[in-house]
């Protein structure tokens, strides 16, 4: 499969659960993001790693902990998560950061729909 | 700060109808503006960059530094641009600063 691959689609946890999204990239690119997107609410940016480290934590509660093992996969584990945190998470991958005006298009998973009851 | 505006939640128009769909922002250097799409069902891409200065299925988008807008243009709508449409913003940190986007409903 190519493109940007993210699992599960579909996830319910309780608030006490430990759980965690996987993204998978296949198209060769060293910089991965996790977008959140909620009802009302724009694509908000919460995490960037660039050839594996992180490279920007846009003020994430520490319920959310992500990893990147290499440049092809992204996980974000969650634990104690609340009501509140129910929305999108949106993979994303691009060949790297880049500066400004790199050209280097960002391309999106479709996404897994998270609900926390 | 950066910040993308669409102040249209809902576009409702009618097939062949022209299209423009409002995109302001708010950034002190020269950005860097994109619009990416969402059709029912299938995952967030990306539609153009003001950089490339391309159509992209009929669309275009003009950069007006003056006015700080993108709006996004067709001259004809069709039923199968219905879809959630998203501007977006780069600027010197490299961060993709989305707005909350606007629905583009085309009826028949």
């Known amino acids: 499969e190519t493109g940007v691959t993210q699992t599960p689609r579909h996830l319910v946890m309780g608030m006490t659960n430990k759980k965690s999204l996987k993204c998978e990239q296949h198209l060769g690119h060293n910089a991965m993001y996790w977008y959140k997107q909620s009802a009302k609410k724009p694509l908000e940016l919460m995490f960037v790693y660039s050839l594996e480290e992180r490279v920007e934590n846009n003020s994430v509660p520490s319920r959310f902990s992500p990893e990147c093992p290499n440049s092809s996969h992204l996980f974000l584990h969650l634990h104690t998560l609340q009501p509140e945190d129910s929305a999108l998470y949106l993979c994303?991958?691009?060949?790297?950061?880049?500066?400004?005006?790199?050209?280097?298009?960002?391309?999106f998973g479709e996404g897994s729909w998270l609900t926390v009851v | 700060a950066q910040r993308v505006t669409q102040p249209e939640k809902l576009l409702s128009v009618f097939k062949g109808a022209p299209v423009e769909l409002k995109c302001n922002y708010s950034y002190s250097g020269s950005p860097e503006l994109f619009w990416y799409v969402q059709y029912s069902r299938q995952r967030l891409q990306l539609l153009l960059r003001?950089?490339s200065r391309e159509s992209i299925k009929g669309f275009t988008a003009d950069l007006n530094k003056g006015e700080t807008s993108f709006h996004l243009k067709k001259p004809f709508a069709q039923e199968e641009d219905s879809a959630m449409y998203y501007c977006?913003?780069?600027?010197?940190?490299?961060?993709?600063?989305f707005g909350t986007g606007t629905l583009l409903a085309v009826q028949p």
């Open positions: 003001h950089i």
């Open positions: 994303a991958s691009s060949q790297d950061p880049g500066t400004p005006f790199s050209g280097n298009t960002i391309y």
């Open positions: 977006a913003l780069r600027g010197a940190t490299n961060k993709l600063i």
